[in-house]
C-alpha cells in the first residue's frame, strides 16, 4: 500500500480524484498529495484554508457521502477507526497553531478558542444553584410561617381588643348605671366632671324623666353639646321637680342655649340655670334673652364666661324691662365694655327685682360703672355687686360709694383689680361705716397703701356679719397688716377668710400683729400670708402664736413665697407638735427656700400630729 505524508492538515475525502490548481489569495496552491481510497471518508477538511475553500470541500464532501460507499471500503474504515481518531485529534490542534499563525500575518484576528468545560466548575454551579433552590424554597416556607403567625397573632389580639372593649362597654354600662341611680334616689346630684360625653350624658339624663324626686342636678363638666342639650329637652317635658340645673363648662353654643330657652319659655319649675363657659354667643343670648321675656320661675341665670358682645347685650337688656321674676344674673367675663353697658343700666331703671348683677372682666371703665351703678340705686333689696377687673379709677369707685350708701342690704362688694387707689378707699370706706349686714368685701389689687387700709380699717370695726376681707395685691405695709389684725382679733366674731398675699408685712411689727390676730381669733379657716418676706425672723415670731392658738376651725395655712429657711421651717415644725389641736388640714409653705432637713422636720411634725391628734395634714412644699 502505498504510504500517506500529511502535511500538517488532513486531506478531504474527494483527494483521490484529480484537483486541478486554482488560485486562490493571488498565488498558486500546491498539488495535494493522494491519500488512499480507504481512509478518503476520515479525513476532515484542513483548517489553514480560507473560510471559501472551506465551504467549496463540505459541499464536495456533502455529495460523495450522499453516494453509496462500497461495502469493502466501509468495513476497512471501521476496523481502522480507532487508529484514525487519534491521529485525526492532533492533526487538528496543529493546524489550529498553523491557521492562527497565517491569519496573523494576513492581519486576520484569531478566532478564540473554545475551551473544555470543567466538570469541577459545573458541579460546583450546579450545588450552588441547588443550594440557592433551596433557600429560596427556605424562605418562602419561612415567610409562609411568618405570615401565618402574624395571622394567628393578629387574631388573639382581636379577640383579646374585643374581649377588653366588652369589659370595657360593660364597666362603663355599669358606671351609668350608678349614675342613673343617683338622679332616681338623691335631692341633690353631683355628676360633675364624670366624663359623659353626649352619649353617656343622653343615656343618664333620661333618669330625669317622670323623677320626682331629683331636685338639683350638677351636670358641669361633661363635654355636653347641642345632641345632649336635645335629649335633656325631651327629658325636661316630662319632669316636674327639678329645681336647680347646673351645665356650666361644656359646649352647648348657640344651637344648645337656642334648645334650651326653647324648652325653659313654657311651664319649667327651674329656678336656678348655670350656662357659664359655653361658648354662647349673641345668637345663644338673643334666644335666651326670648325665654325671659315669658318665663316666670327663673330667678339665677349666670352667662359667666362666654362671648356675649353688644347685640346679644341689647337682647338681654331689653328682656329685662319685661321680666319680673330674675334675681340674680351673672354677665362676667363677657364682651360688655361701655356701650353694652349703656344699654344694660337703661334696662336696669325699668327693672325692680335683680339683687345680685355680677359683671366683673367686661372692660366697663370708669363710664360703664358710673351708669350701673346709678341705674341700681333704685334697687332697694339690691344684696350683691361685683365690678371686679373693670379698668375702674377713682371716678368709679365714688359712684359705687353713692350706690352703697343707699343699700344697706348689701352683702358682697367686689371691685378686685382695679385701681380705685387710697382716695377709692377712702370713699368706699366712708361708704361701709354704717353698713352692718356687709360679708364680703374684696378691694385686693387696688393700689392701697398703709392710709386707704387704716380708713377701711376704721369702717369695718364692730362689723359682726363680715366673713371674707380680700387685701392681697395691696402695698398696705406692716402698718396696714397691723390696723386688720387689730380689729380682727376681737371685733370680727365671723370672719373665715383673711386675704394678706403680698401685702408686704414683713418680717417685724406688721407679722407679730398677725401672730396676735391667730391666737386670739376663733373663727379664722383660711389665712393667706404668701410673698410677705417673712423670712426666718417672721416664720419664728408667727410660730409663737400658732404654737398658743387654740382656733380649730383653722383649714388652710398659705406661707409660700416668704423666703424662709430651715430655721424658720423647724419653729413652725415645734409649734406643731406643741398645739395638734390647732394645726390646719392644709398647710402651704412652696416655693421657700428649704431644703431636706426643713422638710424632714415638718414631715415628722405632720407625723407626730396624726398620732395624737388624729388628724391628716395635706403639705405643699
Known sequence: MQAVRLTGCQAPAAARH??????????????????????????????????????????????????????????????????????????????????SSRQAKRGVAAAPAVAEPDMGQAWKMGLGGVAALAAVAGLGFLGHRLSKSKAMTDAVSNVQQSIQKGQL??????????????????????????????????????????????????????????????????????????????????????EGAAMLATSLAGGSRITTLNLSSNNIGDAGAKALAEMLKTNTTLEVLELNGNVIDYEGIGAIAEALTQNTTLKTLGLSDNYIQTPGAALLAAALKQNSTLQEVYIKGNDLGDEGVKAICEALKGHAELKAVDFGNNSMG??????????????????????????????????????????????????????????????????????????????????????????????????????????????????????????????????????????????????????????????????????????????????????????????PKEFKINANYLTKFGQVALTEALDMVYDMAKKEIVITF
Open 394 to 583: 377713682k371716678e368709679g369707685a365714688a359712684a359705687l360709694a353713692d350706690l352703697l350708701r343707699g343699700s344697706t342690704q348689701i352683702t358682697d362688694v367686689n371691685i378686685n383689680m382695679n385701681d380705685v387707689g387710697n382716695d377709692g378707699a377712702f370713699q368706699i370706706a366712708a361708704s361701709i361705716k354704717d353698713n352692718k349686714s356687709l360679708k364680703l368685701l374684696d378691694v385686693g389689687g387696688n393700689n392701697i397703701s398703709e392710709g386707704g387700709a387704716k380708713a377701711l380699717a376704721a369702717a369695718l370695726k364692730g362689723n359682726e356679719s363680715l366673713k371674707t376681707i380680700e387685701l392681697s395685691y395691696n402695698p398696705i405695709g406692716a402698718d396696714g397688716a397691723k390696723a386688720f389684725a387689730d380689729i380682727i382679733k376681737y371685733d370680727m366674731p365671723q370672719i373665715e377668710t383673711v386675704g394678706l398675699g403680698w401685702c408686704k408685712v414683713g418680717s417685724g411689727e406688721g407679722v407679730k400683729a398677725v401672730a396676735d390676730m391667730l391666737m386670739y381669733n376663733q373663727s379664722i379657716r383660711r389665712l393667706d400670708l404668701r410673698g410677705n418676706g417673712l423670712g426666718n425672723d417672721g416664720a419664728i415670731w408667727f410660730s409663737r402664736g400658732f404654737k398658743e392658738h387654740t382656733n380649730e376651725n383653722l383649714r388652710e395655712l398659705e406661707l409660700g413665697y416668704n423666703e424662709i429657711k430651715d430655721e424658720g421651717a423647724c419653729a413652725l415644725a415645734q409649734a406643731l407638735k406643741a398645739n395638734p389641736e390647732g394645726a
Open 18 to 99: 484529480h484537483v486541478p490548481q486554482r488560485q486562490r489569495h493571488g498565488r498558486v496552491a500546491a498539488p495535494l498529495p493522494l491519500v488512499p481510497r480507504r481512509h478518503a471518508n476520515l479525513l476532515t477538511p484542513c483548517r489553514a484554508m480560507s473560510d471559501d475553500d472551506d465551504e467549496d470541500w463540505e459541499a464536495e464532501e456533502q455529495q460523495q457521502q450522499a453516494a453509496p460507499a462500497p461495502a469493502p471500503v466501509q468495513q476497512a474504515a471501521a476496523e481502522e477507526a480507532a487508529a484514525a481518531a487519534s491521529a485525526t485529534a492532533e492533526a487538528a490542534s496543529a493546524a489550529s497553531v498553523r491557521k
Open 169 to 254: 362597654a360593660k364597666e362603663s354600662q355599669q358606671r351609668l348605671n350608678e349614675f342613673m341611680s343617683t338622679l332616681r334616689n338623691m335631692q341633690t346630684a353631683d355628676l360633675s366632671a364624670k366624663n359623659l360625653g353626649n352619649e353617656g350624658f343622653a343615656y343618664v339624663v333620661d333618669a330625669l324623666s317622670f323623677n320626682d324626686r331629683c331636685v338639683a342636678a350638677d351636670f358641669s363638666k361633661n363635654g355636653i353639646g347641642p345632641e345632649g342639650a336635645s335629649q335633656l329637652c325631651a327629658v325636661l317635658a316630662n319632669n316636674s321637680a327639678l329645681l336647680t340645673l347646673l351645665l356650666d363648662t361644656n359646649g352647648l353654643g348657640d
